[in-house]
């Protein structure tokens, strides 16, 4: 039920988020190469941002 930077390290910023069970959220990045759990972000990106469900996220945005 909470977010926030992670890192920063000039590269890359990294977001770890927790959604409560039973809720979903929209989740908008910062523009540039996402990876979620360290794997290519697989989930499709409208208007700059995506729906997830309940569980815990890492996503890692390096800018273009």
């Known amino acids: 039920s909470g977010s926030g930077v992670v890192e920063k390290d000039g590269q890359k910023l990294e977001f770890e ?8 959220a929209r989740i ?12 290519p972000l697989s989930r499709k990106i409208k208007d700059n941002g995506f729906a997830v469900g309940s569980g ?8 273009n």
Not at 28 to 39: D, S, W
């Open 17 to 24: 988020i927790t959604i409560p069970a039973n809720t979903r």
């Open 28 to 39: 908008a990045l910062p523009k540039g190469a996402v990876l979620e759990n360290g794997k």
């Open 56 to 63: 815990r996220y890492l996503f890692s945005v390096a800018p």
